[in-house]
DNA sequence: CTGAAAGCGCTTACAG
DNA sequence: CTGAAAGCGCTTACAG
């Protein structure tokens, strides 16, 4: 509550007496491009040393109207994608002198309403939707307020927003084709949020190969994107008659789920009694305790296009919304192709 | 490169001509406490919902000094200890008011120098330094700038920082107790990397508590936190003709790496012919596939602290630092005790 | 309670 | 190339 001042930071009309300048000297010396000569540029550098002198960001920003902070609003965490995918957008931001303000919002529409006022309020130059899908309401606020919006990893059918995603219903189709060509002919879906468009699209995209294959799938259910709700849809699935002999999981956070219940707690092997595949390809699902088949959805891939696209649109806002899907290939390994290596 | 101008944000001055105030009457409409009457404040909200209006909350920074953005320092999100922290972390500092700016850096001293001075630039209201250690000379940086720093999972002899961690010391101690309880006594320690605090106590209090057991460890080396070594010290540990019993990790997301290494390439058990037990207990540790006794970091537990305290010195600088070492318990799982209930 | 005014730390026309 | 000046969108004494 006490208010003790720490020292004030020097400003640039510190910096101007002591460099024997103006002030606006000393802004055009640490303004990349200013008509500065090299001698004041000199001055100026050295009392700005000297004093230890930053340009305030902020100042800058309300004059500017460019913040260079990025928010990244992102569901959850636990699922390995998104943490992978935050690194990469960290790096590649700051490296393009950009920030990222990271906001955590449910997927429900009111929180992410809360939410993009908040990050509107910060003048944020672009939006990275990942993971959360937003209402064309307001998809619209943001286009209102001058903010770029892309989604990442969804899609939307409002064109106004960019999207990126991998190409989810090819992936899809991949998955059966692998396990069609496996032989397996009882295989269960579970697929991601149906809410979601990635998990809607992969769906869609297997559900259709498997019919040109002419199998019908024994079920189709809903994981949720969840743990927890895909070890009880397992259990569920293993427990009737026609036991599936091959499992297409919408995500491979939950694959890790499906493969522990099937082995740990049914007592099943993989992929001998039932094939897995997941989607996603995270760093864990190369570890050996899983040696997941899926889909990989490239990080780097998708991350790249992301920073691409908003920052093509950062300096070009008229600039028409871009819908990219990246190729997204099968890996195949362990848990639908036994090895002989590993026991 | 073109300059198109999406529609301006309305002002305070506009939604003060609509409201017929002054635009001082807005600006204490939307400050808590401030003097207005209930008429003006509900004319100007009024006022503003129609415009859409909302305070730039940076101009608002530029006086206040306090521009409601922590920063969160960070050197890996693969160790999901840290993404999970890092999800309490910004919904704990969005329940207050707060925005976390992410910083990626890696140890290196510049690296840390630079990304430090980016974040002083956006005058960022505290920071919070996790998995990163940071220099005297950095750490008096941000001293003199005023910005309150505090240590999340690192801890430093300079008194000036205010530094969270489990108590490794003691949780290091545990581990050895409960190798030696189980009767083990070709014990290895594969440390967390010996250049970070957690490392070194850990190995401390492990290395004590064995010695006070009056057993000497086969072998200690240093994982560096990294999966990579850590399986190929595994490798190396299990070569030998004194192969170890027991594997004490400096970290779950190392022991993963070390118990894949174990049983799928080196056809070992876990725990008949080697007992393993690591750190933090991270949700990973408790999946099936794992099952991995560890001792635990209470994520909730240390984030709470560290929110705490840094609100507490940013509300009063003068505050002197706090060291709190959380208590870390000892959470037993199939990896060193055979569970009969599952296979 | 309210308004006019100064000022936070910068950028950027405008003259020279 | 350089400086004086206006202004970005707010908060906050200061008078009333």
Redesign the pocket.
Known sequence: MSKPLPK??P???DVAARA?????????A??PG????K???AKVMAAAEELG????VL??T???GRSRIVALVVAYLDNQFYPVALEKFSKAFQALGYHVLVFMASNADEDVAHVLDGLLDYQVDGVIMASVSISNRLAARCETAGVPVVLFNRRQDDERLSAITSDNVAGGAKAADHLVSLGRRRIAHVTGWSGSSTGRDRREGFLARLDAHGVAPVAVVDGMYDREVAQQLTRALCAGPERPDALFVGSDHMAFAVMDTLRFELGLRVPDDVAVVGYDDVPMAGWPAYDLTTVRQSADAMVAATVETLMARIDDPSMAPRHLRIDAPLVVRGSTVKRETTR
């Open positions: 004030p930071s400003t640039s009309l024997g300048v103006s002030q606006s000297a000393v802004s055009r640490f303004t200013a008509s500065v000569s001698a004041t540029r002198y930053r340009p305030n100042a800058r309300l004059i500017t």
